[in-house]
C-alpha cells in the first residue's frame, strides 16, 4: 500500500460514518455491538503506548474502518477499534465493505480474500502507515482449531448450524482475542513508524 495512489484521499476519508453514525444506521447486531462495546475498555499499558505513538510527528491521527454489521469478527473487533480510537484522539471513520468495493480492493488480505474489520492507520497529513486485516493471529489459530472440531464431530452439518456452533464455540474467547487485537495494532504501528 505505501507508495501506491489510493482512492482514499483525505476528502474522501471524511466522508466515512463516525462510529456513533455507523451506530445509527446498522441493521443487525446492535445489541452485540454494543454490549461489546460498554464492555471493553483499553488497557492502561496499552492507552499510553497508542498516546506515546501518537504524539509523535508521523504518528497515527486517523483510522479508516471497512467492515459490515453482519460479520462475526467485524461485531467483535469493530467496538474495539472504537475504543482503540478513543483512547489516542484518533478520528475513526467506517466504510461499510459491500458498499466501498474499490476502497475494499487496495486491502485484500493475502491479495484475494475480502476479509473484515480492515483498519487503517494514516498521520495526520494522510500519509499511510500501515493496516492490519480481520482478527488478531491467536484468534485466527483458535478459530481454525474450532472449526477443524466441529467439522470433525459432525461432517454432514449445514451450513446455518455449522455457523451457529462456531459461534457458540468462540463466544467465551472473545474478550482475550480482543485484547489481543490491540497489543497487535500497538505492535504494528510501532514497527511500521520506525
Known amino acids: 500500500m505505501a507508495g501506491q495512489t489510493s482512492v482514499v484521499t483525505p476528502q474522501r476519508f471524511q466522508e466515512g460514518f463516525n462510529y456513533s453514525d455507523y451506530m445509527e444506521q446498522i441493521k443487525v447486531n446492535k445489541a452485540r455491538f454494543e454490549g461489546f462495546y460498554s464492555n471493553f475498555t483499553v488497557q492502561q499499558t496499552e492507552a ?5 505513538l501518537a504524539a509523535k510527528p508521523n504518528g497515527p491521527a486517523k483510522m479508516m474502518v471497512i467492515g459490515e454489521d453482519w460479520c462475526g469478527d467485524v461485531v467483535r473487533g469493530l467496538p474495539v477499534l472504537a475504543r482503540v480510537a478513543e483512547s489516542c484522539g484518533m478520528d ?20 484475494q480474500y475480502m ?3 480492515v483498519a487503517v492507520f494514516y498521520t495526520k497529513d494522510h500519509q499511510y502507515i500501515c493496516h492490519w486485516i480481520e482478527r488478531p493471529e491467536v484468534a485466527a489459530k483458535e ?6 472440531a466441529i467439522r470433525s464431530e459432525n ?5 446455518q448450524d455449522f455457523g451457529r456452533e462456531r459461534r457458540s464455540r468462540t463466544a467465551d474467547r ?16 510501532s514497527e511500521n513508524m520506525s
Open 48 to 52: 499510553d503506548a497508542l498516546n506515546q
Open 92 to 111: 475513526m471513520r467506517i466504510f461499510p465493505r459491500d458498499e466501498h468495493n474499490d476502497i475494499m480492493n487496495e486491502f485484500l488480505k493475502n491479495g
Open 115 to 117: 476479509s473484515i474489520p
Open 155 to 159: 461432517p454432514e452439518i449445514n451450513d
Open 143 to 148: 478459530i481454525q482449531g474450532i472449526e477443524a
Open 174 to 189: 472473545a474478550e482475550a482475542w480482543q485484547q489481543a487485537t490491540v497489543e497487535e495494532l500497538v505492535s504494528l504501528i
